[in-house]
């Protein structure tokens, strides 16, 4: 909101978790594919690219000789991805390994956007090129369930992929039909493995959304509350415990991204595996 402006710290968060859209009307209904959360594909873009310029950059530097910081530390990362690939999917990983780093470089970025302030861009950067401070926009693409939900259904069309690939038309559908009770109760297994696929998919976007989104909801909360004060102790208390949330916060990031990408691993290697 404009710096100008008296607004209630209820006002405040409810503004800044407002998404730019491709409407002018708010959405009325929790399901409606006529809108675009903007804001969370340019941000989930943007990291992607990033992602892409970073490991390029660190296979561009790759030496055989004394390796310096930023090689080990990539070394590092793709030697813990490869070996959990290997030991959670018993089949070929050439692409799942990749993929899986992909995920967590990805995720990893996306969620350091919660440490950009979360007044970046209605009380500096937009008034500095000329746009309206209290036009809605969100950094952060996994604090939106749209974002995450997205990547967890890209994940289920690998695992089905996999799943046919691996099983076959006919062995996916025997097992679908015959796991777990036995095919004299294909009706209850059918269901029962419909409902999991969608439990999977949900879960590991929501899992994603709910820890981000609360993260995101503490910062704000932080500033709403203390960022108001005009008093030297409120500044005082803005900072410290903004601080302090930091630094906690530097653990969810990766974490959460590594939960995400284990689960990721322990999809695919279920859809290589037989009942």
């Excluded at 995720?107 to 090129?129: A, I, K, T």
């Excluded at 062995?171 to 059918?190: R, T, Y």
């Excluded at 929501?206 to 709403?224: D, P, Q, S, T």
Aim: proline share 4%; net charge negative.
């Amino acid at each position: 909101m404009s710096s100008a402006e008296q607004v209630t710290p209820s006002e405040y968060i409810a503004h800044h978790l407002g998404h730019l859209t491709n409407s002018h009307t708010p959405q009325s209904s929790l399901w409606d594919m006529s809108y675009v959360n903007i804001d969370t594909v340019i941000w989930s873009v943007f990291c992607g690219l990033l992602a892409l310029v970073v490991m390029y950059m660190a296979a561009r530097k790759a030496t055989s000789g004394v390796p310096g910081r930023f090689q080990c530390a990539v070394e590092m990362l793709i030697e813990m991805v490869d070996n959990n690939a290997k030991s959670i999917v018993h089949g070929n990983t050439s692409f799942i390994a990749p993929m899986a780093l992909s995920v967590f470089v990805w995720v990893v970025l996306m969620n350091s956007l919660d440490f950009l302030p979360v007044d970046l861009f209605s009380q500096w950067l937009f008034p500095l090129l000329g746009l309206d401070p209290e036009m809605h926009h969100r950094v952060v693409p996994t604090a939106d369930l749209n974002g995450t939900l997205g990547i967890s259904i890209g994940v289920f069309v690998l695992m089905m992929y996999y799943s046919f690939k691996i099983k076959g038309v006919g062995g996916f559908i025997k097992e679908l039909l015959s796991a777990p009770f036995g095919p004299m109760l294909f009706p209850f297994n059918l269901a029962l493995n419909l409902v999991e696929f969608a439990a999977k998919t949900f879960s590991l976007g929501m899992r994603l959304f709910g820890n981000m989104f609360a993260g995101e909801l503490l910062f704000l909360l932080i500033a709403a509350l203390l960022g108001a004060s005009d008093s030297i102790a409120g500044g005082i208390g803005h900072l410290v415990l903004g601080s302090a949330w930091s630094i906690f916060h530097i653990l969810i990031v990766p974490l959460q991204a590594f939960i995400f990408m284990m689960l990721t691993l322990v999809y695919m290697g279920q859809a290589h595996e037989a009942h």
